[in-house]
C-alpha cells in the first residue's frame, strides 16, 4: 500500500547481517523516512548487495532440535563527549563475541571517533549523527544544519529502525537509561513489547556525587525508565569500592536486578610494538578536558631538566587544535625528552610498554592502569562532575594508584611544577596496582559473558514454550 513519504536526503552506509536470510552479510544503503500525517521516523534498506557466508553466523540447532537464530546483541553508546562509552562497549561486544563464537554484536554509537577503530570479525557499528556540548552544557548538531531536536529525532529513528531491523536478543545500554534525550525511549518501548529482547542498564563503578546524581535522574526520568524497561542492571566495578547508585531511591525490585561485575580487563592478547624505552605514558584520554593536565606535565619537565624517564604524551583527538599547536611549540623546547602523539586506537600497545602512566581519572584508562599493571599518577578533573574524583581518591585508599590534588599537593599554584615533577620521579618507589588488587576487581568481561549465557539460555526456553 502506498503511503505519503517526505524523505530526508539521508543515505547511510552499513555493513551488517544479510536481510536476504542465510545468516550471510551484506552491504547497503539505509534510506531515512518521516510520515507526513503521524510524524514517525523509520528506516528501511536499499540497494542491498549479498556478501555471503560464514560459519560464524549460520543458524544454530537449540536444545529442542529446533534451528535457532545465532545470538545477536545490541549495544548503546550515546557518546556525546569523549572516547569512554564507546572504548567500553567495543570492549563488551568484544569480549561476547569471544566468549560465543556464533553470536554478533552492533554498536549504536554517536561518536566521530568510531570509524579510527578496528572492530574484529562480528562485531560492527552503526554511526549515529553526533552532537556537541557547549560551554554552556546545551547541545548542538556536530555537523549537519539541523536543530538539536532535529537532530535527536534522527538519531531515535536511526536507532528504532536498526533494532527493527537487526532483532536484537539482548540490548545493552551503556549509563543513559533513556539515552540521549530520550532518543532511546521509542526503541526501549517496542523492544519491550515484542518480549524477545532482554535489556540490560549498565553503569560505569562511579557517575556522580549521590544528590547531584538523582537530581539528574529525576529530570531525565531515568530512574522510572530503570524500574520499568531493564532486565538486569549491570555495574562495571564492585560494590566494596563505591556504589554510584548511593542516592537513588531504586525500589527493592530494581536493587534485586542488580549484578556487580567487576572492572572491565583490558584486551591483553597480541599488542604491536612499542616506542623506545624507558618512558612514561601521558594520557589526557580523548583531551576534551585535558589542557590543564597536559600542561600541568608539560611545565614539570620544563622546571626539571634532568626529569627521567622521557615522556610519551597521547593529546587525544578532542585536544582543540590551538592547545595542540601551543603545547607542540613547548614539546620543541624540550629536546625530545616528550615525544607527542596525536591519537592511537591501540593504546594498549603504549600502556603495555610504559614504566609508568600519568593520566586522568576515566574508567577506561583506569582499567587499562589496572590490566596492564602499571605505577600510575592521576590526575582527576572536578568538573562538571566529581566522578574521576571519586575514583582517583577511592583507588589511592585501596593502594592502587597515586593521586595528584593540585589543591592538597602543592602549597601554590608556583609550586605544582616541582610537585608534579617530584610524583613522576616517585614512580619507580609506587607499589605495583597487583600488589593490592582484590580477588573479582577485574572479572568484569568474564561475570558479563556469563550473564550473557544466562539470558540467551532463556531466551531458547521462551522459544521452546
Known sequence: MQTSLVRYNLRLRFTCLSPFGDSGFAIGTLLITTD????????????????????????????????????????????????????????????????????????????????????????????LPGVTKLADGSYVSQSMDMTIEETTDLRAGLIRATAEQYKPDILIVDKEPTGFRGELLPTLDDLRSKGRARLVLGLRDVLDEPEVLAAEWARKGALQATEDYYDEIWV?????????????????????????????????????????????????????????????????????????????????????????????????????????IGFDSEIETLFAGAEGVVSMGGYNTFCEILSFDKRAVIIPRTVPRLEQWIRASRAEDLGLIRMFDEKRDSATPAATPAAMAAAIRNLPRQALPSQAISAGLLDGLDYVTHRIKVLLARRTDQAAE
Open 36 to 127: 507526513r500525517v503521524s510524524g514517525v521516523m523509520s528506516g528501511r534498506v536499499i540497494q542491498a548487495q549479498h556478501l555471503g557466508t560464514d560459519m560464524s553466523n549460520k543458524d544454530i540447532m537449540g536444545r529442542t532440535g529446533k534451528v535457532t537464530r545465532a545470538p545477536r546483541v545490541m549495544l548503546y553508546s550515546h557518546d556525546t563527549f569523549g572516547l569512554g562509552h564507546l572504548r567500553r562497549s567495543r570492549a563488551l561486544a568484544v569480549a561476547i563475541t569471544l566468549a560465543d563464537p556464533t553470536a554478533t554484536a552492533l554498536i549504536m554509537t554517536g561518536s566521530p571517533m568510531a570509524g579510527r577503530f578496528t572492530f574484529p570479525q562480528r562485531v560492527d557499528h552503526v554511526r
Open 236 to 340: 562495571y566495578g564492585l560494590r566494596s569500592i563505591y556504589d554510584p547508585t548511593a542516592g537513588l531511591e531504586l525500589s527493592d525490585a530494581a536493587k534485586s536486578r542488580m549484578h556487580w561485575t567487576g572492572y572491565l580487563r583490558r584486551d591483553l592478547g597480541p599488542l604491536g610494538t612499542p616506542p623506545e624505552q624507558p618512558y612514561v605514558l601521558i594520557t589526557p584520554g580523548g583531551g576534551g578536558d585535558g589542557k590543564a593536565m597536559v600542561d600541568q606535565v608539560l611545565a614539570a619537565y620544563e622546571q626539571d631538566p634532568d626529569l627521567s624517564p622521557r615522556a610519551v604524551l597521547v593529546y587525544g583527538p578532542f585536544l582543540s587544535g590551538e592547545d595542540r599547536e601551543a603545547f607542540e611549540a613547548r614539546v620543541r623546547s624540550l629536546d625530545g625528552r616528550v615525544t607527542t
